[in-house]
């Protein structure tokens, strides 16, 4: 009976297939990417260029088909430009918007160009899947220490930076002032940003790579206060839906309609919404229970001052 | 354990009024002119601030104050003129200058507790992840003690009040252990109540770690009690020196090329555009301060 529950969520081959097991391997390095920088692109305000760049990426690997290249080289190349583009054009807060906005647009324009071609002249009519569902159990084993050895040297970089994204985050100015290499910071993140963006757009396609990144970081910080353990907690919560997602996609193949698999970024997508739900649902009820038992644990200077409605006695 | 919110004393007029030369100067600023474009927001602006001051950077909106402290830290090269901090040229990552910016980006959901914010003025501005020690436990906590923020040590920064980030601010600027402290409007978006504190809480600070301070605001009435001498900025221009000499309707309506009227009402200063308001102005009283 046990057997039967288990063979029924780990479909037969799971634990045998290579390609599963490489999908884990690559899945694991990019989750955890994904999740320590989302948590400072989402505190930077970045969210937007994340996506951006999945976009980007998309754009470079149509091109790479094209040519008859590896995408992941499309992928990367496209996405560091953009990302140095839309941050040199960008430099102030309100124009950032703008500038990933216009870099966005013509970028995409030369991407839909791109694939138009992949599918009507060339031989590459599986483009528009690669690109835009990701490949994460066809990845050419060749690459895999490439792609992890560039998940790991982005992490090193994310760790090197660290502080003075931090105060730089805060106040441009601050950190100036207190010499901190402002732009140059800037622009390593963007890069930062870019390989991590790029490396799940590879897995789980352009079109949600941008899941991995902001969905774990505001589940994150939903529930911890302190940065480092935002960063571990994004991580987690990453993990957690890309081996759910890949195990999903794997007993989809038994599934209707098709019997030939759902995409795991669909997966990856609803489980981390519904991690991002559970978290806001937990974390409003813990800060009332909280706030129950000790009303100004947080607050002593402003809160004391009001009083509650059952206080003022019109609850 | 300190006194919590020390009243300070007001100083005598005379003790105010006197610029003590046999101090040394902190910040030299001569002849500083900025031009953005075709406007000159600053002209021709000196001043000096000596060891252990309390000056009040007094000016309207848009009339450059902003713009001189980023001068003053390196982070603006003028058009003309020069700024000397200890005696050096002025640059950026100068740790003899703290600065608490006007306003910083913090969302509710910030992964911050105040802790983390006070420790970059560690070492925030180097490369690598911090180790935790408690050598680093015990500065963070001897800042959250000088801005009286113990209270709040552990609260998320983006769910305090306007009042406690600032005092948080200043503590993060302590640990870099300035001679000068540079505060850009600290009291603007503050109710009157918090600004009080805040100013008696920097004048505090500069009294016992002996450090000069340079506040800016656009409202000079909550300084009165404790700043030794003012710089008021107006149409680019400054003037330098003891508030009575220079907050008076023929002083300040040169500066702004236009008549002002300065009123004194209960102990209460205000620059009003004149001399329509002549009439109902009351008679020039001599200065007294706020309580
Ligand atoms: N980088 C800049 N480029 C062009 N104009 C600027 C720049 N920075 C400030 N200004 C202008 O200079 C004037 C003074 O600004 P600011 O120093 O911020 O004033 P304050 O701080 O006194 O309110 C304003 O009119 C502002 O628009
Ligand atoms: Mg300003």
């Not at chain 2, 801005?147 to 980030?165: I, K, N, T, Y």
Request: glycine fraction near 10%; hydrophobic fraction near 50%; proline fraction near 6%.
């Amino acid at each position: 009976m046990w057997s039967d529950v288990f063979h029924a969520v780990f479909a037969p081959g799971f634990f045998q297939n290579g390609s599963v097991r490489q999908a884990l391997l690559l899945g694991s390095a990019t989750a955890i990417l994904s999740g320590m920088v989302g948590v400072f692109a989402v505190l930077r305000g970045q969210s937007f260029a994340g996506h951006a760049l999945g976009d980007f990426g998309a754009t470079g690997a149509s091109g790479a088909f094209l040519l008859g290249a590896p995408a992941i080289w499309g992928f990367l190349t496209v996405g560091l430009l953009g990302g140095t583009a839309m941050d040199v054009l960008g430099r102030r807060p309100r124009e950032r918007d703008v500038a990933t906005g216009i870099t966005l647009t013509f970028i995409l324009g030369l991407g839909a160009l791109f694939l138009y071609f992949d599918t009507t002249h060339s031989n590459t009519t599986g483009a528009p899947m690669t690109i835009l569902f990701g490949s994460i159990f066809l990845i050419d084993p060749a690459l895999v220490p490439i792609t992890l050895s560039l998940a790991i040297l982005t992490l090193m970089l994310l760790f090197v930076l660290y502080r003075p994204l931090l105060l730089s985050s805060l106040s441009p100015d601050l950190a100036r002032a207190r010499g901190v290499p402002v732009r140059v910071v800037s622009i390593l993140f963007m890069s930062a940003l870019a390989m991590t963006v790029e490396q799940a757009a590879i897995l789980i396609g352009a079109l949600l790579s941008t899941a991995l990144l902001i969905g774990p970081a505001a589940t994150a910080i939903r529930l911890v206060k302190r940065p480092g353990q935002a960063m571990t907690v994004a991580a987690l919560v990453g993990l957690l839906a890309t081996w759910l997602g890949i195990l999903c996609a794997y007993d989809s193949y038994n599934w209707p309609p098709l019997h030939r698999g759902w995409p795991v970024s669909f997966f990856v997508a609803a489980l981390l919404l519904l991690f991002y739900l559970a978290a806001s649902a937990g974390a409003t009820s813990i800060s009332r229970v909280r706030i129950r038992r000790n009303p100004y644990r947080h607050f002593p200077q402003t809160w004391k001052k009001v009083a509650s409605p059952r206080e003022r006695g019109d609850a | 354990m300190k006194q919590l919110m020390r009243k300070i004393a007001p100083l005598s007029s005379t003790e105010r009024t006197v610029e003590d030369t046999t101090r040394d100067a902190v910040l030299e600023v001569r002849g500083v002119s900025v031009r953005f474009g075709a406007r000159d927001v600053l002209r021709n602006v000196n001043f000096v601030v000596r060891e252990g001051e309390f000056m009040g950077f007094i000016g309207p909106n848009g009339a450059g104050k902003t713009t001189l402290l980023r001068v003053i830290l390196g982070l603006l090269t003028p058009t003309s003129g020069s700024v000397h901090i200890d005696g050096l040229p002025a640059r950026h990552g100068n740790s003899f200058v703290g600065y608490v910016p006007q306003k910083i980006q913090l969302e509710p959901d910030t992964p911050m507790r105040a802790r983390d914010l006070v420790s970059l003025g560690l070492d925030g501005h180097r490369f690598g992840v911090p180790l935790p020690s408690k050598r680093r436990r015990l500065k963070v906590d001897a800042a959250l003690a000088a801005v009286h923020a113990q209270s709040f040590a552990d609260a998320p920064v983006g769910r305090l009040s306007g009042g406690e980030q600032q005092r948080l601010l200043i503590a993060q600027t302590l640990l870099t252990k300035p001679k000068l402290l540079l505060l850009d409007e600290p009291l603007s978006n503050l109710d009157i109540r918090s600004a009080h504190e805040v100013v008696n809480l920097v004048a505090e600070i500069a009294k016992e770690q002996h450090v000069a301070v340079m506040l800016v605001a656009h409202d000079m009435n909550p300084l009165l009690s404790v700043m030794d001498r003012i710089v008021y900025l107006a149409d680019g221009k400054a003037l330098m020196g003891p508030v009575d000499q220079v907050v008076q309707s023929s002083v300040l309506s040169q500066l702004y090329g236009y008549p002002v009227e300065v009123l004194r009402v209960k102990g209460r200063i205000l620059v009003v555009s004149g001399p329509g308001t002549e009439a109902s102005a009351p008679e020039e009283e001599p200065l007294s301060y706020v309580e």
